[in-house]
């Protein structure tokens, strides 16, 4: 089936609308533009970057937050390609984000928040990866090179409020609901070895190279802890 722009909602009222309607128009579902550009804005004290080689992604400032665009074959495996949003903090930190929406250009593209060695395709990392059907999952890589490692997940819906924080050699990650003040824990790690400083933010990934896709985030902050 072919993808239907505005999603499932807006294929429900136009159906319904041809229904009810005594004459109505034909009901044609319009076509999935794959996106090859894109805009190439900043975010003051943030740095962009395609980790791995992927397409050339890109940044466009909203209302409430921003939109981050992003190509790449995945965040698995071995080697990671995929854009990052991020900054370079020191010790104890809470990254935050919340993740407001994405879209489904490809089965497992991913948005989420990452703490990462460095900028290496291999680097030792760990994320909260977000799907585009909500579903989380919280992820390490334990040694350059190493293989990624899924240690826990969950079913949920954008949009979503994500956590990782980091204390000591702990990196522990947690969600928020919207109207839920209250914190709900993923799963904590301690087996990623970083150095003091360390790269943290957020990121997109289309999981399909030859396109971009469109993750959409407010919140974006990192907070240092005593």
């Known amino acids: 089936l072919s993808k239907v722009a505005g999603g499932p909602c807006f294929a429900n009222k136009a159906l319904k609308a041809e229904m009810t309607t005594e004459h109505p128009e034909p009901f044609i579902i319009p076509e999935f533009k794959p996106r090859f550009t894109a805009p190439s ?44 949003l991020y900054q370079s903090p020191t010790g104890d930190f809470d990254l935050t984000a919340t993740l407001l929406r994405m879209e489904d250009v490809a089965e497992y593209c991913k948005a989420g928040i990452m703490i990462r060695a460095d900028s290496s395709p291999d680097a030792p990392m760990v994320m909260i990866s977000c799907f585009s059907s909500g579903d989380i999952q919280f992820v390490q890589r334990v040694t350059a090179g190493a293989e990624a490692q899924g240690l826990a997940d969950r079913e949920l819906k954008f949009p979503l409020t994500l956590r990782l924080s980091r204390r000591g050699q702990t990196i522990s990650a947690a969600f928020q609901s919207p109207g839920d003040p209250r914190w709900t824990e993923i799963g904590s790690t301690s087996s990623v070895k970083f150095d003091s400083v360390v790269h943290a933010g957020v990121l997109a990934l289309s999981h399909d190279d030859s396109q971009l896709v469109k993750a959409s985030y407010s919140g974006l902050q990192i907070n240092k802890q005593p």
């Open 41 to 84: 804005e900043t975010l003051d004290g943030w740095i962009a970057e395609d980790i791995g080689g992927p397409r050339q992604g890109g940044l466009a400032l909203t209302k409430v937050g921003f939109d981050l665009f992003g190509g790449g074959s995945d965040i698995w495996g071995k080697r990671d390609q995929f854009r990052f």
